[in-house]
């Protein structure tokens, strides 16, 4: 066993060997919310250039347009009004209703929130397909 996984599992209090499955899980939930913490902390949607916020769930994806000064939602979108549920090609269709919808709000230009999650597959699929609905980031 690695000398870090040792270390690890005595400063748990743990005995060397014993299963440390949960705490995985729990350090990934972690690191996903200081990762969504620094992100917030750089990106702050205004009236002119609102954020657009995305959330991945294991069976959904959620995003919304906000404008953070008001506290105001301008503009929201999610995969649980259509009829394909987790995959790409959802988040697709979610990324070209949300740009739809803020058109109609009148935002053109917003900042990016990935939200903790990485700049891959649904995530991906999502910007791309604002991108080609015509909203600016």
């Known amino acids: 066993m690695a000398v870090g996984k040792t270390v690890r599992?005595?400063?748990m209090g743990r005995a060397h060997g014993e299963d440390t499955r949960m705490d995985k899980n729990?350090?990934?939930s972690q690191q996903k919310v200081r990762r969504r913490r620094g992100i917030r902390r750089r990106i702050f949607g205004t009236v002119e250039r609102p954020r657009m916020a995305v959330y991945r769930?294991?069976?959904q994806i959620y995003v919304q347009v906000i404008n953070?000064?008001?506290g105001k939602t301008l503009a929201s979108a999610s995969?649980?009004?259509l009829e394909k549920g987790w995959n790409v090609e959802a988040a697709k269709q979610v990324g070209t209703l949300i740009a739809e919808k803020a058109k109609a709000a009148g935002v053109e230009v917003v900042k990016f929130d990935r939200g903790g999650s990485r700049y891959h597959g649904r995530v991906k699929?999502?910007?791309d397909a604002a991108r080609e609905g015509g909203l600016k980031f």
Do not use: M
């Open 79 to 81: 995969s649980r009004s």
């Open 9 to 11: 599992s005595a400063l």
């Open 68 to 70: 953070d000064v008001d």
């Open 57 to 59: 769930s294991n069976k």
């Open 26 to 28: 729990v350090l990934k």
């Open 125 to 127: 699929a999502l910007a």
